[in-house]
């Protein structure tokens, strides 16, 4: 980092189109950050014009949990001449956070100088955040899927072994789900699932997770639940379900059959994690076999 002094008397280098009509963000700096000169596109970034950002730093605009990993880089950078690239968010003035990708380089001068050249990365963010979302959630019905499940119950175990407290799952299937889709269509076969998911999400406490496994099974994870707890929740679960479902004008027939497993506290996650979900599976075709 600078000692806070002025740019005054250091030279700026040669400044070209190229930095100029950049459509990129593009800064001239010494070598421990103090801007020297910035094009219109770093300004426009950053809602500043390139005359106020003359004297300042990048780490100055820097959101203050990623200021650390930016000092560490630059850091870096003035040990080995070279070349670095990190990602960091940055704040305007008025408060908008903008995810950014700086690449540095060293130039050996004279005068020894950073080109660095700034990349809004918002578009790429919301696109990986987006596939991420993807990937541990049911794009149907917006639920976890059974990878954030397992993730989820494993966490939730880690905690109960960590701080002896006893975790529940339960494990739900519709009953008279294929009898929908043969006599209705899958469409509203899907529908059933969506209504379902939300009628689901409507009893579920804040630390509960409902998942979709899979076809029309769900399952909860009840962190720090004893299991007649789990049990009142069941029973919440059948009277949000009780045996009907209407979507429109339509009212299909669908129940629920639902099985719990426990662990006590302070049972080893590793040993529990099957367990407890097999313990669940089973109790809940004994549940469905009672129907029949």
């Known amino acids: 980092m600078d000692d806070g002094g002025g740019v005054g008397t250091v030279p700026v280098p040669d400044l070209g189109s190229a930095f100029t009509n950049s459509p990129m963000g593009v800064a001239l700096s010494t070598p421990d950050g103090r801007l020297l000169a910035a094009n219109h596109a770093l300004g426009e970034l950053l809602g500043r014009t390139p005359e106020e950002l003359r004297g300042t730093t990048l780490f100055d605009v820097t959101h203050p949990e990623d200021v650390a990993g930016a000092v560490a880089t630059c850091t870096a950078l003035q040990q080995s001449h070279g070349r670095a690239r990190h990602e960091c968010r940055l704040l305007r003035p008025d408060g908008v956070v903008v995810p950014v990708q700086v690449t540095t380089s060293w130039v050996d001068g004279p005068p020894e100088h950073l080109v660095m050249v700034v990349e809004d990365v918002t578009d790429r963010k919301a696109l990986e955040a987006r596939l991420l979302h993807l990937s ?46 043969d006599r209705f269509g899958h469409p509203t076969g899907d529908a059933v699932l969506v209504a379902v998911a939300a009628r689901l999400t409507s009893v579920l ?39 009907t479902l209407t979507l429109g004008t339509t009212t299909v027939e669908v129940g629920l059959s639902i099985g719990i497993g426990s662990v006590d506290g302070g049972t080893d996650p590793e040993d529990a994690q099957e367990a407890v979900v097999r313990e669940a599976d089973t109790a809940m075709y004994a549940d469905k076999a009672r129907l029949r």
């Not at 076809?215 to 299991?227: I, K, L, S």
Request: hydrophobic letters at 40%.
């Open 136 to 181: 541990a959630h049911d794009p149907l019905t917006g639920l976890p899927n059974r990878l954030l499940f397992r993730d989820r119950l494993r966490h939730a175990l880690e905690r109960g072994h960590r701080e002896h407290t006893p975790t529940c799952v339960l494990v739900l299937d519709l009953d008279g789900f294929k009898a929908v889709n």
């Open 205 to 243: 406490r804040a630390s509960d997770t409902a998942a979709r496994l899979g076809g029309d099974e769900f399952a909860v994870v009840c962190e720090n639940t004893e299991r007649d707890a789990a049990e009142h929740l069941a029973d919440r679960l059948r009277e949000a379900l009780p045996g």
